[in-house]
């Protein structure tokens, strides 16, 4: 079904009532505008499914409105995209949120597994992914599209039931309802500096240079909204990091950088030689610190091996997708001091506590059999 007017909406909605929960997907593109452009959202619980075309130029209240609703679950598949784009767009985050893709891999079914694998898992279905790469904001929708977009959700309220199942059965619901809370807190949806920062992955730099890099990214950030365009093209990752390591002083040096390309000339090279200027001029107590931890030490390669060991140990023992307990990222962080996601909650009583006995010899790992076991150490 194919909503494009606000009568069908409020008709839809009144029919679906107040369920238990509801399955929720979106469609949208995010080639060419800063914020991902919403083309459909859709919507199903049993009989009822419906997809809503927001470009139609529809009423959309009385779905915010039902999405509100704290007593009914909004269940996504991967959803932090459709979360983010119901942000950008409604400035709501739906409470509460049930993740079938987090779910899945507390439930040991692999690390970020497909909705696809899923469906297939547990409908015996295999789902045609034909029109997954398709311009959603072309119109008129072929039946076929519709289609498409209906199964996204119309197989996902099996794929939740079957899970809730499964987390219950093995005693994990806290653990989901820990994620959950996670996920839908808004604070995950806006720009976030030191995020933005991290993903560069610009070690060893001075507080100088830290202070080039974010004077860059912020105006970056502005700059991409204003113009309503993706950061990338306003300058590319390669380019911020060559500038941070470059430093040009004005904009023939500017243009000697190759990754900066036309960008050495206007209004845009003035504003990143501006930036640089501006760095440069801070009194160093007003550049960003250190990462004490990650600057000054490194990570212990053998420690992590080990961490890695019982990390697998464990998980395998408890049918847990590893990344869902910790990343090399948190292994590497841990044999340096650094507090990580590991060190509180479910995480903590599963894998936590053991990791840090093993860092402090507290326990070891034995090949017992072929298999690894865990040994105290007296």
Same mark, same amino acid.
């Given at each position: 079904?194919?909503?494009?007017?606000?009568?069908?909406?409020?008709?839809?909605?009144?029919?679906?009532?107040?369920?238990?929960?509801?399955?929720?997907?979106?469609?949208?593109?995010?080639?060419?505008?800063?914020?991902?452009?919403?083309?459909?959202?859709?919507?199903?619980?049993?009989?009822?499914?419906?997809?809503?075309?927001?470009?139609?130029?529809?009423?959309?209240?009385?779905?915010?409105?039902?999405?509100?609703?704290?007593?009914?679950?909004?269940?996504?598949?991967?959803?932090?995209?459709?979360?983010?784009?119901?942000?950008?767009?409604?400035?709501?985050?739906?409470?509460?949120?049930?993740?079938?893709?987090?779910?899945?891999?507390?439930?040991?079914?692999?690390?970020?597994?497909?909705?696809?694998?899923?469906?297939?898992?547990?409908?015996?279905?295999?789902?045609?992914?034909?029109?997954?790469?398709?311009? !959603?904001?072309?119109?008129?929708?072929?039946?076929?599209?519709?289609?498409?977009?209906?199964?996204?959700?119309?197989?996902?309220?099996?794929?939740?039931?079957?899970?809730?199942?499964?987390?219950?059965?093995?005693?994990?619901?806290? !653990?989901?309802?820990?994620?959950?809370?996670?996920?839908?807190?808004?604070?995950?949806?806006?720009?976030?500096?030191?995020?933005?920062?991290?993903?560069?992955?610009?070690?060893?730099?001075?507080?100088?240079?830290?202070?080039? @890099?974010?004077?860059?990214?912020?105006?970056?950030?502005?700059?991409?909204?204003?113009?309503?365009?993706? =950061?990338?093209?306003?300058?590319?990752?390669?380019?911020?990091?060559?500038?941070?390591?470059?430093?040009?002083?004005?904009?023939?040096?500017?243009?000697?950088?190759?990754?900066?390309?036309?960008?050495?000339?206007?209004?845009?090279?003035?504003?990143?030689?501006?930036?640089? =200027?501006?760095?440069?001029?801070?009194?160093?107590?007003?550049?960003?610190?250190?990462?004490?931890?990650?600057?000054?030490?490194?990570?212990?390669?053998?420690?992590?091996?080990?961490?890695?060991? @019982?990390?697998?140990?464990?998980?395998?023992?408890?049918?847990?997708?590893? =990344?869902?307990?910790?990343?090399?990222?948190?292994?590497?962080?841990?044999?340096?001091?650094?507090?990580?996601?590991?060190?509180?909650? !479910?995480?903590?009583?599963?894998?936590?506590?053991?990791?840090?006995?093993? @860092?402090?010899?507290?326990?070891?790992?034995?090949?017992?059999?072929?298999?690894?076991?865990?040994?105290?150490?007296?």
């Amino acid at each position: 079904m194919l909503i494009q007017n606000s009568l069908d909406l409020a008709r839809f909605i009144k029919d679906l009532g107040a369920p238990p929960y509801v399955t929720v997907d979106t469609e949208f593109i995010s080639e060419k505008t800063y914020y991902p452009q919403l083309c459909l959202i859709q919507l199903a619980y049993g009989s009822h499914a419906a997809v809503i075309d927001p470009l139609s130029g529809l009423d959309l209240e009385p779905l915010i409105k039902f999405l509100r609703n704290p007593q009914i679950i909004k269940v996504f598949h991967a959803a932090e995209q459709d979360l983010a784009i119901l942000w950008n767009n409604f400035s709501f985050s739906p409470t509460p949120v049930f993740d079938t893709q987090i779910a899945a891999m507390v439930c040991g079914f692999g690390d970020q597994v497909s909705y696809g694998h899923l469906v297939k898992i547990f409908t015996s279905t295999r789902l045609d992914k034909s029109a997954q790469i398709m311009d !959603w904001s072309q119109r008129p929708l072929l039946d076929r599209h519709i289609e498409y977009a209906l199964a996204d959700v119309s197989n996902l309220g099996i794929v939740y039931e079957r899970l809730y199942e499964e987390i219950h059965k093995r005693n994990r619901a806290g !653990w989901i309802d820990e994620e959950m809370r996670e996920l839908s807190d808004p604070g995950r949806f806006g720009f976030n500096l030191e995020t933005q920062m991290s993903k560069l992955k610009m070690k060893k730099l001075s507080r100088r240079g830290l202070a080039t @890099l974010r004077e860059l990214i912020i105006w970056r950030e502005e700059r991409a909204k204003t113009q309503d365009i993706p =950061r990338g093209w306003v300058l590319k990752d390669l380019a911020l990091r060559d500038l941070v390591f470059n430093q040009p002083k004005n904009l023939e040096e500017l243009g000697r950088i190759r990754s900066i390309g036309g960008n050495s000339r206007g209004q845009i090279g003035q504003e990143i030689i501006q930036c640089i =200027r501006t760095s440069k001029a801070l009194p160093l107590a007003e550049c960003p610190p250190f990462e004490e931890a990650r600057s000054e030490n490194e990570s212990n390669e053998n420690a992590v091996v080990l961490l890695r060991a @019982l990390l697998k140990h464990v998980c395998e023992k408890n049918k847990v997708a590893p =990344r869902m307990v910790a990343t090399r990222a948190d292994l590497e962080e841990m044999t340096m001091g650094v507090p990580t996601r590991v060190a509180r909650g !479910w995480r903590f009583e599963l894998f936590g506590d053991l990791a840090q006995k093993l @860092l402090s010899g507290m326990i070891a790992l034995a090949l017992v059999d072929g298999e690894i076991e865990i040994v105290k150490i007296k």
